[in-house]
């Protein structure tokens, strides 16, 4: 990643052309604070239980997204999904390439796209830097806060990255997982 090169400076010139500014440079400083001025470990300190709490105010955020566009399988796939916490943070990422996983995230993302209020050109190619940023399309949600339309909160899954856990979802299960605790 190259945030960490990005200045105070740097940003504020990009981010002077969009009546949000104040809110993007506030999310971007944030990510690249807790990201990557202090290397690949998180700054903040957790436990388990919290880790597990943000994964599901995550998940719940996306099932009142993909309802909001009117996809109840995905919703109902997670419904009853027991919680395991592995230390592995390994599984875990291989799992989020995993169906259940992926249609997820890609029924957001739709509904994030679908929500971007006046989308120009400017902010879709801001919203596709912020992609190419992060390689994260979760964290691209939480950049681009600022110019959605809509309640539901990307913030949950900043948090849970900002404390060192992730997780994903296969089969009736939400894994959960820190590269910390």
Known sequence: MFLDNLSDEFLVSVFQYFPERDELLKRMQALRDIFYLEGSEPIAK???????????????????????????????????????????????????????????????DSFYIGNIADFSDKKSAL????????????????????????????????DLRSKGGDYALIDGLLLVTSYQV
């Open 46 to 108: 957790t436990t388990v239980e919290e880790l597990v709490q943000l994964s599901k105010f995550d998940i719940y955020e996306r099932k009142k997204a993909c309802k909001l566009l009117g996809d109840n399988t995905l919703p109902s796939a997670v419904r009853n999904a027991r919680v395991l916490y592995v230390d592995d943070y390994t599984k875990v990422r291989a799992a989020k390439n995993g169906e259940v996983h992926r249609n997820l995230v890609e029924t957001v």
């Open 127 to 158: 919203y596709n830097a912020f992609f190419t940023l992060t390689n994260s399309l979760e964290l691209q949600w939480y950049l681009a806060k600022p110019f959605f339309r809509s309640a539901i909160n990307p913030d949950y899954y900043f």
